[in-house]
């Protein structure tokens, strides 16, 4: 029997989101019913100034429900908006619609992960940079499109690409970040710290309630002290509970003035615990006027060694003693269906109170008491069948506390819950209602949707078969639809029936869901409502060890499991440097926050707003007359109707249609991998991405590298020279019997080491012993001084005390090999020797390349000086084609440190200086120009930033005067650096060298500025030759051909020609008999192309 009316209108609805995003697959699905011809669906999107054709189908069946996938190339266009037209045509019957929707390009999800989140000196950071799009598929973008802070040709493979880059040895302490630009031009920033440090060797803990309440009397404390591989700390524990007071008085009545604290001490259990119950009527929690926290900062000392740490914690005091609240409740009830509500009650802190009454209270209706469950929960269910009201209100109770005020205490507060429901309109009283989950769905299930209806006659008309739609979308995007049929010759028009929705990935993190359907009477009966779900990814990932513990040097195998042909990332890092310095786990929660629409909301999107359709469409606000009587229209604001259902989702529709007008192959790969040489505990966890499931990510896994023997060193990052410091070794035992052992320090020419105690040949140690040796060590030699201790399990027979000594089968011996950084104090001048320089530019240096490729280091004077060669060097070989691979690198290596140490001297202005703003120098005029070139210079070769080069630049051209000359600035330690730069003019023709060299252009108002000065100063015959030099090479550069003559031919004038030239002019630096020859040959060599002015330069 068909379940058509005989009558029966046609009707059609065109739903899609109404924020559409580019390089997306979207869904637009199509509802047609009652038809009684064929016709053309037709809908196209007016986009970048085209009709792109979304769906054009010729429909033969008389019912249709289908769901059509689309996607749009990336926009040009600056508006968003754009408009969408739906058109159905046949013989009898024609409708078209036209509405705007949003259209964004897609941004691609970009996150940094660094190897550890915190370096020393000299370290090298590893970094990952991972795309994917909003499916968390990998994205490759071009790799023009990703310029990365220092890579500006990074090519993704699988949405993935892992680089690093050196730190030098004296860097910039303090944080840096790794910044990756999208192809939208937007950046991403991932954070790191570089610190001198010393990891820590435990962990101290405070774990104290996070919220106390007013009325509490008493709270618990308590400190404890673990080793990183697990083992509890022993030493003496110190700890103060204060509450500050809000406005603290002066420092003139000290410590008592700022706070109200109690203390205490003593000595940790053998768990490496100590708790204290402390009593709160000290700290008045009642009175105002203080903090409302409880700050306690504990402090353990360990035995032996004296290595203390401190933890610190605090409560928060609230005058909340519990707090009602509703959820997951709609904001408007349905005449006719059951209203369900749930109200959680809890405490101060948060947590849930199980088996407590609560009273809930209906405007206009009794008082019903519920008793909350286990999490403390509470559901209710409303009758609304009898309800009349426009809006209702329902207010949830616990207890109630008389109020009383007094501006000196506070008073305890039972906060209420309130919940304001809006009726909701059908003009048949027919509604549609999904019941709401208060849980989270779990992913890789099923979960029963159950939805009450309730039909009227007014709305179904003659109707035995109803055809519901349902549509579930996430992240913004339709995901599913499907039907459901209610046969009403069996099932009643009031009551309910299931929906089955799969719980997967897709889904996540929010799924909305759509219950409609369309009745004869022209009217949309619909609800929605959404669903949390568990943050999840359809790329299962899991990653394991095959042992939870390993021997250090050890192997064990890394096992990880993922979709097949997914690319895997691995993560480990020493739980002691998250301990130095934690940060923001990978996580499910953290990819998931990338998303730019998690659920849509509201048809507002940043300035753009989707208008509705033509108010002519609408029945107009007038007043009407009636047997004489004026009617004048009320709108009922508390009311609401289908239109807020369906209003996320852009819905084109017609009643009544209108007559024409005219990883890998396998998926579970493993690796063997070594086990650090450390005693510690790892943290690992993996992700991987697949082109055909996406991104995956492992749950953090953890490995304890112990062994039950074994020695520990206690020594400081740094120390000078000369300086004397205690080097501590710690010998534990965990071993389940005693045994006897001796403890050595490896002698080294290195430094001078005497045991601070009778040294003796061997010690005992039992069960959970442990024993400290120390030495009083003064280095002799600056840097990395290697120090190695070594203890050994004698087989000995002589007993510790009354227990038998006993040797253990492995793991008898332990050597610990640390490195400690001996500095210097001071700077120490560096010595200048003095050499010939043949006519061949490079000469025999040539047979000696190594020798001047050198890392940069010292001052800012001893760096620069370092630095430039390299520059030199690379340029030459280049162009001479004899640059091997392994020379470039090195030389870049020196050139990327050089360049990192040198900003540790750059001043805020923008200038340099030999020790950088530390110190109160003044910027130096001749030190911020060579690095102005040598920064230029060094550009083809390795990153420079930019913003280096233009603020020197700008901090010059404040210097100059209005002669278009350079006032000096700054001193310099070594002034032979500068060789004959020793006076304005001489100083300007270097400066201008540098900003012709980076390069300027002539025209440009400092450099034509300074070539004023020059040539003003240019025929003085009291310039000195190293002055005329460099002007003469200043004016080749600037293409100023009559001025450089006329300097290179009085060069040659003064030259003594002795069958070479050389200048006997008296040298303000013993470099300038070195730099004039170079000076001119530039001259000289800019204008010929083999230069024949040859020169030895003697000193």
């Known amino acids: 029997r068909s379940f058509l009316p005989s009558k029966a209108r046609q009707q059609y609805m065109v739903l899609l989101p109404f924020l559409i995003h580019t390089d997306s697959p979207e869904k637009v699905c199509v509802q047609l019913t009652h038809l009684n011809e064929s016709v053309t669906l037709s809908a196209t999107l007016e986009y970048q100034g085209e009709n792109r054709s979304l769906i054009d189908d010729v429909v033969s069946e008389k019912d249709v429900f289908t769901c059509i996938p689309f996607s749009l190339p990336k926009s040009n266009s600056t508006s968003p908006v754009t408009f969408i037209t739906v058109m159905v045509k046949g013989v009898t019957l024609q409708?078209?619609?036209r509405k705007s929707v949003l259209v964004k390009n897609s941004e691609s999800l970009v996150f940094v992960q660094t190897d550890k989140p915190i370096y020393k000196?000299?370290?090298?950071?590893?970094?990952?940079?991972?795309?994917?799009?909003?499916?968390?598929?990998?994205?490759?973008?071009?790799?023009?499109?990703?310029?990365?802070?220092?890579?500006?040709?990074?090519?993704?493979?699988?949405?993935?690409?892992?680089?690093?880059?050196?730190?030098?040895?004296?860097?910039?302490?303090?944080?840096?970040?790794?910044?990756?630009?999208?192809?939208?031009?937007?950046?991403?920033?991932?954070?790191?710290?570089?610190?001198?440090?010393?990891?820590?060797?435990?962990?101290?803990?405070?774990?104290?309630?996070?919220?106390?309440?007013?009325?509490?009397?008493?709270?618990?404390?308590?400190?404890?002290?673990?080793?990183?591989?697990?083992?509890?700390?022993?030493?003496?524990?110190?700890?103060?509970?204060?509450?500050?007071?809000?406005?603290?008085?002066?420092?003139?009545?000290?410590?008592?003035?700022?706070?109200?604290?109690?203390?205490?001490?003593?000595?940790?259990?053998?768990?490496?615990?100590?708790?204290?119950?402390?009593?709160?009527?000290?700290?008045?929690?009642?009175?105002?006027?203080?903090?409302?926290?409880?700050?306690?900062?504990?402090?353990?000392?360990?035995?032996?060694?004296?290595?203390?740490?401190?933890?610190?914690?605090?409560?928060?005091?609230?005058?909340?003693?519990?707090?009602?609240?509703?959820?997951?409740?709609?904001?408007h009830y349905k005449p006719g269906i059951p209203f369900f509500g749930q109200v959680k009650l809890v405490d101060g802190s948060g947590a849930p109170i199980a088996n407590e009454v609560v009273r809930i209270s209906?405007?206009?209706?009794?008082?019903?008491?519920?008793?909350?469950?286990?999490?403390?929960?509470?559901?209710?269910?409303?009758?609304?069948?009898?309800?009349?009201?426009?809006?209702?209100?329902?207010?949830?109770?616990?207890?109630?506390?008389?109020?009383?005020?007094?501006?000196?205490?506070?008073?305890?507060?039972?906060?209420?819950?309130?919940?304001?429901?809006?009726?909701?309109?059908?003009?048949?009283?027919?509604?549609?209602?999904?019941?709401?989950?208060?849980?989270?769905?779990t992913c890789g299930s099923s979960t029963e949707v159950r939805v009450h209806y309730i039909f009227t006659p007014e709305a179904i008309g003659e109707q035995k078969k109803i055809v519901l739609y349902y549509l579930v979308m996430a992240k913004g995007i339709i995901k599913q639809a499907g039907t459901h049929i209610l046969d009403l010759d069996q099932e009643s028009a009031n009551g309910v029936f299931l929906l089955q929705l799969p719980v997967q990935a897709d889904i996540a993190p929010v799924a909305q869901v759509l219950v409609y359907t369309t009745a004869p009477s022209r009217e949309v009966i619909a609800d929605t409502t959404k669903f949390n779900v568990e943050k999840c990814f359809k790329n299962k990932v899991a990653l394991n060890f095959s042992a939870s513990e390993g021997l250090p040097s050890s192997d064990v195998h890394l096992l990880f499991r993922a979709s097949p042909n997914s690319l895997c990332a691995v993560r480990a890092v020493d739980k002691s440097v998250l301990l130095m310095k934690s940060e923001a786990d990978l996580s499910p929660s953290s990819v998931y926050s990338l998303l730019p629409v998690k659920e849509l909301r509201d048809y507002n999107y940043g300035p753009d707003t989707v208008s509705e359709e033509p108010l002519e469409n609408c029945i107009p606000l007038k007043k009407i007359v009636v047997d004489g009587i004026t009617y004048s229209p009320v709108v009922e604001v508390n009311e609401e109707d289908t239109y807020s259902i369906l209003k996320l989702i852009s819905f084109i529709s017609s009643h009544s249609a209108i007559q024409p007008q005219g990883l890998y192959a396998t998926a579970r790969p493993w690796a063997n991998v070594t086990i650090p040489d450390t005693i510690t505990e790892w943290k690992a966890n993996a992700f991987c991405t697949s082109a055909d499931t996406g991104f995956g990510l492992s749950p953090t896994v953890s490995l304890r590298a112990f062994q039950p023997?074994?020695?520990?060193?206690?020594?400081?990052?740094?120390?000078?020279?000369?300086?004397?410091?205690?080097?501590?070794?710690?010998?534990?035992?965990?071993?389940?019997?005693?045994?006897?052992?001796?403890?050595?320090?490896?002698?080294?020419?290195?430094?001078?080491?005497?045991?601070?105690?009778?040294?003796?040949?061997?010690?005992?140690?039992?069960?959970?012993?442990?024993?400290?040796?120390?030495?009083?060590?003064?280095?002799?030699?600056?840097?990395?001084?290697?120090?190695?201790?070594?203890?050994?399990a004698l087989q000995n027979q002589q007993p510790c005390g009354n227990a038998i000594v006993e040797t253990p089968e492995k793991g008898r011996k332990d050597t610990v090999i640390r490195q400690l950084l001996v500095e210097v104090c001071g700077l120490h001048f560096l010595g200048l020797a003095y050499f010939s320089v043949q006519g061949d530019i490079m000469g025999t240096a040539m047979q000696n390349l190594h020798q001047l490729l050198q890392m940069p280091f010292g001052c800012g004077e001893q760096n620069m000086v370092l630095f430039a060669p390299n520059i030199y060097v690379l340029d030459y070989l280049n162009k001479t084609e004899q640059l091997s691979e392994e020379v470039k690198s090195k030389a870049i290596g020196y050139l990327v440190s050089g360049y990192q140490r040198q900003l540790n001297y750059k001043h805020p202005d923008g200038s340099y200086s030999t020790f950088g703003p530390r110190y109160g120098q003044l910027g130096n005029t001749w030190l911020t120009a060579f690095v102005l070139k040598s920064f230029a210079q060094a550009r083809p070769h390795i990153f420079i930033d930019e913003k280096h080069i233009q603020d020197a630049?700008?901090?010059?051209?404040?210097?100059?005067?209005?002669?278009?000359?350079?006032?000096?600035?700054?001193?310099?330690?070594?002034?032979?650096?500068?060789?004959?730069?020793?006076?304005?003019?001489?100083?300007?023709?270097?400066?201008?060298?540098?900003?012709?060299?980076?390069?300027?252009?002539?025209?440009h108002s400092v450099v034509r500025n300074a070539l004023f000065c020059l040539e003003t100063a240019a025929d003085k015959k009291e310039n000195h030759v190293y002055t005329k030099a460099l002007m003469a090479y200043a004016f080749a550069l600037a293409g100023k051909e009559e001025k450089r003559k006329a300097l290179?031919?009085?060069?040659?004038?003064?030259?003594?020609?002795?069958?070479?030239?050389?200048?006997?002019?008296?040298?303000?630096?013993?470099?300038?008999?070195?730099?004039?020859?170079?000076?001119a040959l530039l001259s000289k060599g800019l204008a010929m192309a083999t230069p024949s002015f040859q020169c030895t330069c003697s000193a």
Request: glycine letters at 6%; hydrophobic letters at 35%; aromatic letters at 12%.
């Open 709 to 792: 023997f074994f020695v520990e060193l206690t020594l400081p990052y740094s120390v000078v020279r000369g300086e004397s410091f205690t080097l501590k070794a710690t010998v534990f035992n965990y071993l389940a019997a005693c045994i006897r052992v001796s403890v050595t320090l490896a002698q080294s020419t290195h430094f001078l080491a005497t045991p601070v105690e009778k040294e003796e040949e061997s010690h005992c140690l039992c069960e959970n012993g442990r024993k400290t040796v120390a030495w009083l060590v003064t280095p002799k030699s600056l840097g990395q001084v290697e120090f190695s201790v070594s203890t050994e």
């Open 953 to 1003: 630049l700008a901090w010059l051209s404040y210097k100059q005067k209005e002669n278009g000359c350079f006032r000096s600035s700054g001193t310099l330690l070594n002034n032979a650096m500068k060789g004959g730069v020793d006076n304005e003019i001489s100083l300007t023709a270097y400066i201008t060298i540098a900003l012709l060299e980076i390069p300027l252009p002539v025209t």
């Open 362 to 441: 209906f405007q206009g209706g009794q008082t019903t008491n519920y008793t909350t469950d286990e999490e403390g929960r509470a559901r209710f269910a409303l009758n609304t069948s009898t309800m009349y009201f426009d809006s209702v209100a329902i207010r949830a109770t616990h207890k109630v506390y008389p109020y009383c005020y007094d501006r000196s205490w506070v008073v305890p507060y039972y906060e209420e819950g309130y919940l304001h429901l809006k009726r909701f309109y059908s003009p048949s009283k027919s509604f549609l209602k999904i019941e709401p989950k208060a849980e989270t769905l």
């Open 121 to 331: 000196p000299g370290q090298t950071v590893l970094f990952r940079i991972v795309s994917l799009d909003k499916d968390f598929r990998p994205l490759n973008e071009d790799p023009k499109r990703n310029r990365l802070y220092q890579w500006t040709k990074a090519e993704l493979k699988r949405g993935l690409i892992q680089l690093s880059f050196s730190l030098t040895s004296e860097p910039m302490q303090g944080t840096y970040a790794v910044v990756a630009q999208k192809a939208s031009g937007k950046t991403v920033w991932h954070r790191f710290s570089v610190e001198e440090y010393v990891l820590p060797k435990f962990e101290v803990t405070v774990k104290m309630p996070k919220v106390i309440t007013i009325l509490d009397k008493k709270l618990t404390v308590t400190v404890c002290g673990l080793y990183t591989f697990g083992k509890p700390v022993p030493g003496l524990v110190s700890f103060r509970v204060c509450r500050k007071f809000e406005h603290a008085a002066t420092t003139c009545y000290g410590e008592e003035a700022r706070a109200v604290c109690d203390e205490f001490s003593g000595q940790v259990n053998n768990y490496g615990c100590i708790s204290e119950t402390v009593k709160t009527k000290l700290f008045q929690l009642k009175r105002s006027g203080y903090e409302n926290k409880l700050h306690v900062e504990a402090k353990i000392k360990e035995e032996e060694t004296g290595v203390e740490l401190t933890g610190t914690s605090f409560s928060e005091i609230t005058t909340t003693i519990s707090k009602i609240t509703f959820e997951q409740s709609d904001s």
């Open 1048 to 1079: 290179l031919g009085s060069l040659e004038k003064e030259a003594v020609k002795k069958g070479e030239c050389s200048w006997k002019h008296q040298a303000p630096s013993p470099l300038v008999p070195l730099l004039l020859p170079h000076q």
């Open 95 to 97: 409708f078209r619609s």
